[in-house]
């Protein structure tokens, strides 16, 4: 037999190959992150544990029944107006002595809180509550607490608590992370997230 | 000068398209590298409340996903309209909450298990009492991180 040579493989279609398996990655590939309210659960304990006494007025209670209504300190409320109760609930600093809140700008009212440090809201909801509403108050309160570290982040070191926390979290800062990471603390030790949850209410 | 004027003649040259292929594959390897792919296929409803004091969920290796809503329209017939979990690709009953955070925790390393974070995909109509019962489950399985998925937008969409 005569001595062929194997005849060239026509690459002309290589590109259109590339190209499905292009698309088929463009349509699957999902480039966005979620984003959401990070919360941390309290761990389990056994039943008969008897929760601390807490004070009266520095427990700031936001109930939330089946219709999606609130009622925060006993009064009917609309979601619109939670934020500022609960920043000038936290903000109070009636305390006095050990007690007394150095930074605080409230009113200063005898029946609310002594200090953001003692500060507890507890949120109690209805289990026929709508996972939309929740969400809407846990954002109301967490924008509350994150109000006010944000004043005093601008006070005392010229920028905001959310900022600082963008900066600490991005790759990329060019600052010093363990001086950021020390602020943040402050902040977070001076005006802390005490969020209690009960049992939701059937 | 007559050097200058022979280039001026003659006409366009064709593009060459030999190097198409490899831009083209240069695009896909980004794609590929770059994909992830969706884990699962939602069996329920999904619509996402609105919030905007969010915090971003990297690292989609260290994410255990729980869904819950109302079973879409084609399961309907099955499953009914009351709202369910939804673990991997199948509806679970909260019991099986638990077992689904031991199974995932299992094949994660071990050095990163400290570092697991539960996303919440819950439907913004869903009850609080499933959602209750999913963060009892939750705490019992000492899977204390969690995150509520939002979209980001005007909290106040939510109540509309």
């Known amino acids: ?202 | 000068m007559s050097k200058f004027k022979k280039k001026k003649s003659g006409d366009l040259p064709a593009i060459s398209t030999a190097s198409l292929p490899d831009i083209v594959f240069m695009l896909l390897f980004f794609f590929m590298v770059a994909t992830v792919m969706r884990q699962n296929t939602l069996m329920v409803e999904n619509k996402l409340p609105f919030a905007d004091q969010v915090e971003k969920l990297d690292k989609k290796d260290l994410i255990m996903y729980i869904y819950a809503g109302k079973p879409s329209q084609r399961y309907r017939a099955q499953y009914g309209n009351e709202a369910r979990i939804q673990l991997n690709d199948k509806f679970a009953s909260v019991e099986e909450v638990q077992q689904f955070i031991y199974s995932e925790r299992e094949s994660k390393r071990e050095e990163l298990i400290p570092y697991l974070t539960t996303a919440l995909k819950v439907d913004e109509e869903t009850n609080m009492g499933l959602v209750s019962d999913i963060k009892q489950e939750l705490r019992k399985a000492e899977a204390l991180k969690i995150n509520y998925t939002t979209v980001v937008g005007d909290a106040m969409q939510n109540v509309e």
């Open chain 1, 1 to 202: 037999m005569a001595k062929r040579s194997a005849p060239e493989v026509n690459a002309g279609s290589m590109a259109d190959i590339a190209f499905l398996l292009l698309i088929f990655f463009l349509v699957t590939t999902t480039i966005e992150t979620d984003s959401g309210i990070s919360r941390k659960l309290p761990p389990w304990q056994p039943e008969d544990v008897e929760p601390p006494v807490i004070k009266q007025r520095n427990i700031f209670t936001v109930l939330v029944n089946s219709n999606n209504q609130l009622l925060v300190e006993d009064e009917e409320m609309e979601l619109s107006e939670l934020r500022e109760a609960a920043v000038e609930f936290l903000d109070n600093g009636a305390g006095t002595g050990d007690e007394a809140c150095s930074f605080c700008q409230g009113a200063k009212d005898p029946n609310s809180s002594v200090n953001p440090q003692k500060a507890i809201i507890s949120l109690v909801n209805n289990r026929g509550t709508e996972y939309g509403t929740y969400i809407a108050v846990q954002n109301e309160l967490v924008a509350a607490y994150n109000q006010l570290r944000d004043r005093e982040a601008q006070r005392m070191y010229g920028m905001t608590f959310t900022q600082m926390e963008k900066n600490y979290n991005d790759p990329n800062y060019n600052g010093d992370k363990d001086a950021l990471k020390e602020k943040i603390d402050v902040i977070t030790d001076m005006i802390p997230q005490k969020l209690s949850e009960a049992e939701p209410t059937s």
